[in-house]
């Protein structure tokens, strides 16, 4: 029963690689822990350091190191105890800040030899971890202690002197059969540790360091690091490894995945945050080594500008890299290092599959200096109720931009809820603003997506086109700024407010509809003119009290020309009021005028004016004295 209950068990258990499918060691053992075995020359003496997990209960509480008799186990010495016998040449040492109590033993006897157990507390509660302590005429060399939060890294430095320079340095670990093969100076690396190893040579001649980071449970164990082959040559140094856990201990992602396009952030623990330090991120070569990318004093290396920025942030002791405009050769293991803190570093590795990025926009946009520019970043609807911010990149970081709301110089970011989109302003554009600017998203306090956008200064010939031809241009050039964008000079009238993007585009959708429109209406306005004008030209309306009458400006010519081809000094008028013909007597000056040129209309308009006044003046005398005084005017002789 109890086979088939561990059958079930092992079925339940994720499959992963060859390390993922076994218990993890240190999850059954003690949380305590110490080397596996001492050994001491007889009169010589040990030391024995172990370690306890660091809560305060722990830091304050009992400490001891006993001897195994049956199954009791017999207190030699604790934090305020020594047995009889062990006076004057044990004590136990409590260093609460480094986690551990160490144990010192002189005048090494027959009786020291044997299994302990150094512990925390009351004997046999279970946080202890056993020893084994042997005598020997010649020890060999005991293998070195390391102790290793889970998740964190180890670093080891080997030294074998200067007459291994061209010998083959390696790293392996002891098993049944043998000692399997980590990394080696050929760049041969255990499938297990890829991309989370790294071998440095270092000074002096004939030393080298390894870095293993995400240090796992299965990871604990003996280690041989050695120059040559390993059973062939002498030149090797043992390294005792214990994994154990901290809660405290901050879990970093081992696998960051980002869509072309994108972006990914990586997080790096350096404990404490040291000024003096240097920080960098690098990125593993498959040929060996690595390369820098960013660090933290304003280097950057030139094929990622734009791209990547570092963020420190003292709060958690971490610091964030964020790299955007994804692509595919992107992929593989980048690595968080520090020039003093080698213990802090860290790797991750980054997976780059298609798909459409969350934040999208424009990646170039281009304008002249002098207009207004709107940098415009959309956002899916899942970030809506993200903190939302516009910073602009240089070599030493992204600093962020103000909001628009603080009603400060320069450029301003603000964001549109309704249409999830976020906005950054420059009214006008200036030399200075030219650069790259990023948009991105952050969830309490932790950085997001970000998307990155160039803007570039224009020359001055792009000021010749009319703002027809921008607009058309723009549709066509996919580096040129959508609606909302940029506009040039042209595009803005002299003295007037710049319009916003929505403005802009309901006044060109108005002048669309108003333009032909208009047309049309002027053309009938014309049309009607003209008309209008040829009628006036035929005949003039004229009103003298009461009176309404067409006086023709043929009538006036044939009057003209009757006159002068008879030489009288009478001038025929329209009738006014009756059939009658009248006639009255003109200086000879005025019959003279009546043979000039053709006058304009406005001047035979006057004319006829004063003409219908004398007439009317006539018509009004002849009335008084009857018809009889009316003089009967003859027709023309031909």
């Not at 041989?224 to 062939?232: F, I, L, R, T, V």
């Amino acid at each position: 029963m109890m086979l088939l209950a561990f059958i079930f068990l092992l079925a339940l258990l994720p499959a992963g690689s060859a390390s993922g499918r076994h218990l993890p060691k240190a999850a059954i053992s003690s949380p305590v822990f110490g080397p596996r075995e001492v050994q001491g020359v007889l009169g010589g003496s040990a030391i024995v350091k172990c370690f306890y997990p660091p809560t305060a209960v722990n830091r304050h509480d009992r400490k001891y190191w006993c001897k195994m008799q049956g199954t009791r186990c017999v207190t030699v010495v604790s934090s305020n105890y020594v047995a009889p016998g062990y006076e004057g040449r044990v004590s136990l040492i409590d260093h609460p800040e480094a986690e551990n109590f160490q144990v010192n033993i002189s005048a090494l006897g027959l009786g020291d030899a044997g299994t302990f157990q150094c512990g925390v507390g009351v004997n046999g509660r279970g946080l202890s971890h056993t020893v084994t302590v042997t005598l020997v005429e010649d020890p060999s060399e005991a293998a070195e202690l390391f102790y290793v939060k889970l998740h964190s890294t180890w670093t080891v430095s080997c030294s074998f002197g200067e007459g291994t320079e061209s010998l083959r340095k390696y790293l392996c670990k002891k098993e049944t059969g043998g000692c399997r093969n980590i990394v080696d100076s050929h760049q041969d690396i255990d499938p297990d540790f890829q991309g989370r190893i790294l071998l440095t040579f270092e000074k002096p001649s004939g030393t080298f360091s390894v870095t293993v980071t995400q240090m796992d449970w299965e990871d604990t164990g003996l280690y041989y690091c050695g120059a040559g082959e390993y059973g062939k040559d002498s030149n090797l140094k043992g390294l005792d490894v214990f994994v154990y856990e901290d809660k405290n201990f901050p879990q970093l992602q081992t696998k960051v995945i980002g869509k072309t396009g994108g972006s990914a952030t990586f997080e790096c623990l350096f404990d404490p945050l040291m000024k003096s330090s240097t920080r960098f991120w690098r990125k593993l070569r498959q040929e060996g080594g690595y390369e820098t990318i960013i660090d933290n004093i304003g280097f950057v290396n030139y094929k990622y500008e734009g791209r990547v920025a570092m963020f420190e942030n003292p709060g958690n002791k971490t610091v964030t890299v964020i790299l955007n405009q994804l692509q595919a050769k992107d992929e593989g293991f980048y690595w968080c290092m520090s020039n003093e803190l080698k213990e802090q570093q860290s790797s991750t590795e980054l997976k780059v599959v298609e798909g459409k990025p969350a934040l999208s926009g424009k990646k170039t946009v281009e304008a002249l200096p002098g207009s207004r520019v709107d940098l415009s970043c959309s956002y899916p609807c899942q970030y809506y109720s993200y903190e939302k911010y516009w910073c602009k990149w240089n070599s030493s970081g992204c600093f962020m931009l103000p909001g628009q709301q603080q009603g400060v110089a320069g450029p301003s970011a603000s964001c549109n809820t309704s249409t999830r989109t976020m906005l950054l302003s420059f009214d006008p554009l200036t030399e200075d603003d030219e650069g790259w600017y990023w948009c991105g998203v952050k969830r309490n306090g932790a950085f997001g997506e970000t998307r990155g956008v160039q803007l570039l200064l224009s020359s001055g010939d792009d000021a010749k086109h009319t703002p027809e031809l921008l607009e058309v241009d723009s549709s066509r050039d996919s580096g040129a700024v959508p609606p909302g964008g940029a506009y040039s000079d042209a595009e803005v009238r002299k003295g007037a407010a710049p319009e916003s993007s929505d403005e802009s585009r309901g006044s060109n959708t108005l002048a669309l509809v108003l333009g032909p429109l208009a047309g049309l209406i002027l053309i009938v306005v014309t049309a009607f003119a003209i008309v209008k004008y040829r009628q006036l030209k035929r005949s003039d309306l004229v009103s003298v009290g009461s009176y309404r009458t067409n006086i023709s400006m043929s009538d006036f010519e044939s009057v003209r020309d009757f006159s002068a081809s008879n030489g009288a000094k009478e001038i025929q008028e329209t009738p006014v009021g009756g059939d009658e013909f009248v006639t009255t007597t003109d200086t000879q000056e005025s019959a003279a005028d009546t043979t000039k040129a053709k006058r304009s209309s406005k001047e035979d308009a006057e004319l006829a004016y004063s003409s219908f006044l004398v007439t009317s003046d006539t018509i009004a005398q002849g009335s008084s004295r009857g018809d009889s005084a009316v003089p009967k005017v003859s027709p023309p002789q031909d």
